[in-house]
């Protein structure tokens, strides 16, 4: 069964509000979680790291006022896309890092949000 | 700078036939390297990852993947693909002291009947 739960899978919503999306570690307790952007048959961006009780750390170019990450818990990290546009459309994916799997590297991917701005 | 690339976007091949999916990877150190694949609208499933040992990974679906440090190659393969393999598939590798993951471009994969 899945490891890393994203929710919701589908969210559509009205230009100009916001919306949160939520990666929660199941079995495991992950202190970095990773939040990525796909566009349409595209590969996956890296839009930041989120260390569990401190601020989270955003690649080169993204908006850090417009996409708010909050990683609350050592299970728990949220995403939430501001005032969204038309062009914030896309699938976000989470993924979560088990510092007790192998080599501290074990990585596991949420089912992924569509986001739809209409 | 870490980087991967993927050469080949696109390929095409008949059930039955065998499979070799081509990963590039520029990175210092000793590599973390993984292989996901995604199914339309789908998240992302871990086929096989490298860590360190045996260069040759088992992974699952009957794939494997070959790290050569020579090459800075990890590329995929499978000996007899099926119809439901048709996907994207990513390589990816991973620092080793954040656990970012830093993905090619993708291959879609298709299958001829």
């Known amino acids: 069964g899945a490891v890393v739960s994203q929710h919701p899978s589908w969210v559509i919503c009205k230009s100009g509000t916001s919306v949160k999306i939520e990666c929660r570690s199941l079995d495991f307790q992950a202190t970095t979680m990773f939040w990525y952007r796909q566009f349409p048959k595209q590969s996956l961006m890296l839009m930041a790291t989120?260390?569990?009780?401190?601020?989270?750390?955003?690649e080169q170019g993204v908006e850090k006022d417009k996409f708010l990450i909050n990683h609350a818990s050592l299970t728990l990290s949220t995403l939430t896309v501001t005032s969204a546009h038309p062009e914030d459309s896309s699938f976000y994916i989470c993924?979560?890092?088990?510092?007790?799997?192998?080599?501290?590297?074990?990585?596991?991917f949420g089912e992924g949000s569509w986001l739809t701005v209409v | 700078a870490q980087s991967v690339t993927q050469p080949d976007i696109h390929i095409t091949v008949s059930e039955g036939a065998s499979l070799e999916l081509r990963c590039n990877y520029s990175?210092?150190?000793?590599?973390?390297l993984f292989w996901y694949v995604q199914s339309p609208g789908q998240g992302l499933q871990l086929l096989l990852k490298?860590?360190?040992?045996?260069?040759l990974v088992q992974g699952i679906k009957g794939f494997e993947a070959e790290f050569k440090r020579s090459q800075s190659s990890f590329n995929l393969r499978k000996p007899s693909v099926h119809w439901s393999d048709a996907a994207e598939y990513f390589c990816a590798v991973c620092s080793s002291n954040t656990g970012k993951l830093i993905f090619g471009q993708g291959t879609t994969l298709q299958v001829k009947p």
């Open positions: 990175y210092g150190a000793t590599p973390y």
């Open positions: 490298y860590f360190s040992g045996d260069t």
């Open positions: 989120s260390n569990e009780g401190s601020k989270a750390t955003y």
């Open positions: 993924s979560a890092r088990d510092p007790q799997g192998e080599g501290g590297n074990t990585i596991y």
